[in-house]
């Protein structure tokens, strides 16, 4: 049975960061049967609930938790350090939260990692204690099966991280300051519509 503690009121997993991700598919199966394995709508009963990119950050464990009827990001406080600065309101103490219907998305209370901002809300399973989830994907019908839900949202990651590189490019030639920035500017249009072209060109078949 999986043992949980009481940190400044919060409920969290003593479970060891590599033994997390079996418990969490245990639970969230088990939410499914209890309440989406009759839904008609908003659940894609075509999708398995899976946990990939699983890895510690700091004092806490996250990953990309898929389900039949979302996918996201879930966080999972390590220590009593990782809750430092957060405070568990009132109705969402353990024991209130026992009385109640399993909620997709609780309130929203974003968390600082490695001084970084991650607009999370605040969760609660009676097996997994308190986590927080990062919703990515809630409309799941388009998804033939696990592989394409995941690679759909890892075209939308890669795509960010070449809008920031440009992003960051332009800056930087910007700071060189040439001495011909109509140049400059053209250069950041070319860059620009090669960076769209990769992503918004259709693709034929060869």
């Not at 996250?62 to 406080?77: D, E, N, Q, R, S």
Request: glycine letters at 4%.
């Amino acid at each position: 049975m999986n043992a949980l503690t009481e940190q400044n009121g919060f409920i969290i997993s003593n479970l060891e960061a590599a033994l997390l991700p079996e418990r969490i598919i245990e639970a969230f199966n088990q939410v499914y049967c209890d309440d989406f394995s009759d839904a008609f709508m908003g659940v894609n009963h075509r999708l398995n609930t899976e946990i990939r990119g699983w890895k510690v950050q700091q004092n806490w464990a996250k990953g990309g938790l898929l389900t039949p009827w979302m996918l996201a990001i879930v966080y999972f406080p390590l220590n009593q350090t990782a809750l430092n600065g957060l405070t568990l309101p009132e109705e969402w103490k353990a024991a209130a939260c026992a009385e109640q219907a399993y909620q997709v998305i609780g309130p929203l209370m974003p968390l600082m990692i490695e001084e970084k901002a991650y607009a999370t809300h605040l969760n609660f399973h009676p097996q997994l204690g308190h986590y927080w989830l990062q919703p990515l994907v809630q409309n799941m019908a388009r998804y033939d099966d696990n592989q394409a839900a995941f690679g759909a949202w890892n075209q939308v990651v890669e795509f960010r991280k070449d809008v920031r590189a440009q992003k960051q490019a332009e800056e930087a030639a910007k700071a060189v300051q040439t001495e011909n920035p109509e140049t400059t500017e053209q250069q950041e249009a070319v860059s620009r519509r090669a960076v769209l072209a990769k992503w918004f060109t259709p693709k034929t078949e060869t």
